[in-house]
């Protein structure tokens, strides 16, 4: 079955020490990977997108993820939080469906990130 | 700016009634996407469309109708057959080329309450 998991449901950091998010996926084939970012009543930004060229990815506001195909994940990370990284995040997956045809986004439940100063 | 727009941003349904929600894109998206949020449990799917006139139901369809008149518009009516509709409701587009990694851009939302 395929899915993905965020492993932890919260996240607490103080300001200016790094940020670590984790989510793991499973699937039998090739995901397409991204994050997004949610603050309150808003809708979700894209914060970045595994594309396959290369696996450690960089995105908006500081933040990367990397890629590891034999352990499944896509954590996301950045070196310093600041205090307006407080939000939730989502790790969001898509599989190819057979014959290629572009499958539907699955969602992970979502890490609410807290930033004390 | 291209973009999404959803309206209203807060809704109020009362007992028995239909209420539609908006969602307008100015992105030229062939694909549209209804999301419900509800705390601590992600997105999920309500209705997609891929193509101007049809349409398919994803994983929570009943009590929902859509309908897909033209490309820019994607509204949504919950139904008085919905028993919980309070929740998040996100409307998010998306281009059908360049392939898999393509992201989907979400509006700003509808909260939606029961009176």
């Known amino acids: 079955a395929q899915s993905v998991t965020q492993l932890d449901s919260h996240v607490s950091v103080s300001e200016g020490t790094p940020v670590l998010l984790r989510c793991n996926y499973s699937s039998s084939y090739s995901p397409s990977l991204f994050w997004y970012v949610q603050h309150p009543n808003k809708g979700l930004q894209l914060l970045l997108k595994y594309t396959s060229a290369a696996t450690l990815v960089k995105g908006i506001n500081g933040f990367e993820a990397e890629f590891k195909k034999s352990e499944t994940s896509f954590h996301l990370t950045k070196p310093s939080a600041h205090m307006s990284d407080a939000a939730e995040y989502f790790c969001?997956?898509?599989?190819?469906?057979?014959?290629?045809?572009?499958?539907?986004?699955?969602f992970g439940k979502g890490t609410k990130l807290s930033v004390k100063p | 700016d291209g973009g999404i727009t959803q309206s209203p941003k807060y809704l109020f349904r009362k007992e028995g009634q239909n209420v539609t929600l908006s969602c307008e894109q100015n992105?030229?998206?062939?694909?549209m996407y209804w999301y419900r949020q509800d705390p601590g449990q992600g997105l999920r799917l309500i209705y997609y469309s891929q193509i101007v006139n049809d349409f398919q139901k994803g994983d929570i369809a009943e009590g929902y109708s859509v309908s897909r008149e033209k490309k820019e518009s994607f509204p949504l009516t919950v139904t008085s057959a919905q028993k919980n509709p309070t929740a998040f409701y996100l409307c998010a587009s998306c281009t059908t080329t360049g392939g898999s990694n393509q992201p989907q851009h979400f509006g700003d939302g509808t909260r939606l309450s029961i009176l």
């Open positions: 992105l030229n998206h062939d694909a």
């Open positions: 969001v997956v898509r599989f190819m469906n057979y014959g290629g045809s572009q499958g539907n986004l699955i």
